[in-house]
Nanobody, 126 residues
Framework: QVQLVESGGGLVQAGDSLRLSCAAS???????????TGWFRQAPGKEREFVAT????????YYADSVKGRFTITRNNYKNTLYLQMNNLSPEDTAVYYC????????????????WGQGTQVTVSS
C-alpha cells in the first residue's frame, strides 16, 4: 500500500508556472522506489487523462502531446516524492491533477496494483 498526497495546486494566470508535488506518506508499506509513477488530470465534464509518467529510476519519461515541451516530470526516491513542473500554463490545463503509483511496467498505461492521490486543483485564468 502506498499513500500519496499531492500539493502545489492553485489559481494562476495564463503563461504562469506551477510545480506540483506528490509525496508518499510514512504510513506506506510499499517502497516508493518500487512503483512507477505519473500524473493524470480530469477537467470538468471530461474523463481522466494521462499527462506524464516516469519510470522507477527516473530514466524514462512519457508525456502527452498537449503538455510536451511545457511540463517536466521528475521524482526523488530519497525524498519519496514525485514532481510536475508546469510552465506556460493555459486555460486548457485547468483540471484536478492526480498523482498515481502502480506496480506494473512504467509507460502510459497504469497496471497492477494502483494507488491514487486525492487530487489537487489547478485553475488557469486567461
Amino acid at each position: 500500500q502506498v499513500q500519496l498526497v499531492e500539493s502545489g495546486g492553485g489559481l494562476v494566470q495564463a503563461g504562469d508556472s506551477l510545480r506540483l508535488s506528490c509525496a508518499a506518506s510514512a504510513g506506506s508499506t510499499r517502497a516508493f522506489s518500487s512503483i512507477a509513477t505519473g500524473w493524470f488530470r480530469q477537467a470538468p465534464g471530461k474523463e481522466r487523462e494521462f499527462v506524464a509518467t516516469i519510470s522507477r529510476d527516473g530514466a524514462a519519461t512519457y508525456y502527452a502531446d498537449s503538455v510536451k515541451g511545457r511540463f517536466t516530470i521528475t521524482r526523488n526516491n530519497y525524498k519519496n516524492t514525485l514532481y510536475l513542473q508546469m510552465n506556460n500554463l493555459s486555460p486548457e490545463d485547468t483540471a484536478v491533477y492526480y498523482c498515481a503509483g502502480w506496480t506494473g511496467p512504467s509507460g502510459t498505461v497504469v497496471t497492477g496494483a494502483v494507488y491514487w492521490g486525492q487530487g489537487t486543483q489547478v485553475t488557469v485564468s486567461s
